[in-house]
């Protein structure tokens, strides 16, 4: 019974420590935050879980609307070129 409890939370916890490994210092804060937020909206495990924010229209919505609100045209930029080189297609 225990170790029902333990998996899935060693799961989490591994799936966290992997997102904070690959936070990209070339990216700017606002930008990680936007796709952060928007995996959040979209119901995904993290902005890194392609098999959600690439065909998540909600993530797609949600981190557009963050980057045209605090974020700057260089951000949105990188946002695209994240998009394409992650998900093999440009936004739709």
């Known amino acids: 019974m225990k170790l029902s409890?333990?998996?899935p939370l060693?799961?989490?916890l591994t799936?966290?420590?992997?997102?904070?490994a690959h936070i990209n210092d070339d990216w700017s804060p606002c930008l990680n935050r936007c796709?952060?937020?928007?995996?959040?909206v979209a119901g995904c495990i993290s902005q890194y879980d392609t098999a959600c924010t690439c065909t998540s229209p909600a993530f797609r919505d949600a981190v557009q609307m963050c980057l045209e609100l605090a974020c700057t045209a260089d951000d949105a930029a990188?946002?695209?070129e994240l998009h394409e080189e992650r998900c093999g297609t440009p936004p739709s």
């Open 5 to 7: 409890i333990f998996l």
């Open 10 to 12: 060693a799961a989490f």
């Open 15 to 20: 799936m966290t420590a992997a997102e904070v």
């Open 35 to 40: 796709l952060s937020e928007g995996s959040a």
């Open 78 to 80: 990188m946002a695209l």
